[in-house]
């Protein structure tokens, strides 16, 4: 044999050699390896993520949240949990509530018996690397430390009444699975459902609308004397006005009320404010209420809080160059509302004030429809939402009607301060 096909066999050889070994360790690999040193992050990565994970998990819990389960203590429904994940595997009730167990997912959420979520477990891997020591030397001493049989509880309190837990096996010493928990509170039992109804909303612009008002009354319900959607049961009910003032339909809605001698609250827009700051000075030496709608009528969720804080600030300064006090009502616009404004605005001096009764005049723009909302569906303790702003004409030609309708129906009308039995400005700092 020639040396020239010597070499080319030795070649062959050798190629065949490393392809069989190519394809022995394509076999003994597992299809998923997550524990391969291709997902392990370096030792210098490790280090860093164990410092900051304890940190990271703080910041979601101030929201009502954790990393790996991005839903919402107090806002999530149960409903919108399964939109997202499906059925749960396994529903496990406990004496708090109802768990569903989503073990792909390493989750478990907490719902009670209305289907808001009042907690959210995570089981993920990354926590094992915490210790006791270390989300200490991230967090501080926890506010209280218990124990569950051979498990140590580490619970630190977050902003307002949501509390985060770390749960730490003895025989490990690691972290076993955090949860974020808002304990229920003792709400006022009597939380009316949002009501009132248009023929001129489409299938689906109605079906998004119902969707909001059942979420937007089970987040009411967690923070009782601080977002309110209706007053006490009794005999009374609320008329209140909003996206005012301009030039015009303000000032008529004003009279109406002054004629029938019925107290108004007015929610107000910084920036209109600005511009009709004498139409604000009569409804308010008139005796109605002139509370914030915000400075600009942005969705404050989609705000960052301090942005949020910033809007409230400048509708705050616009009222009170006008009439010298800050309201400490607040109706947030489009009635959209979470934690982070809830939290802002009470930062601020504030309640959040939304309603019961939607006469949908922004909708229909038919006298008779605005009426026959407040007709078929006025309860006690209503606060019942109209507009008095450009374009709102229909809600002053409807508002003696609605007026006449409520007496009838032996209803008092009174401002939201009587109705909810608050301070409808806050005490001037000294």
Known sequence: MSRKRQALLICALALCALLFASCSIKAE????APDSAADRPAAAQTEQSV????LQIMNYAKEGSLPIAKFVVGQTTIREVERQLGKAARIRQE???????YPEQGIAVGYNEAGVVFALRSFDSSLRALTAPAIEDALGKPAKQTAHGEKAIYTYRVDGNVLLKFVIPAATGRVD???????????DPYLLAIEGESDRLSASAWESMTAWRKKIVAFAGVYPNRVWINGPNRK?????????PDERNTLAVADILDRYQVKGSFFFVGDRVRQYPETVKQIYDGGHLVLSHSNSHKQLIQLAESDVAAD???????IEAVIGRIPALLRTPYGETNNMVVRAA????YSIVLWSLDTLDWSSKDERQIVGNVQ?????????????????????AALPAVIETLRQKGFEMVDLATLLGVPAYQEPSS
């Open 29 to 32: 690999s597992p299809a998923y």
């Open 51 to 54: 410092e900051s994970l304890p």
């Open 95 to 101: 004496r708090s509530g109802y768990y569903a167990v």
């Open 177 to 187: 699975h955090i949860s974020v928990f808002r304990p229920p509170a003792e709400a």
């Open 236 to 244: 009374q009910v609320a008329l209140t006005f909003d996206d005012g």
């Open 312 to 318: 409230l600030q400048e509708a705050g300064k616009a």
């Open 346 to 349: 009470e930062r601020l001096g």
């Open 376 to 396: 078929n569906y006025a309860r006690n303790g209503e606060i019942i939402l109209m507009h008095s702003s450009q374009g709102n004409g229909s809600t002053v």
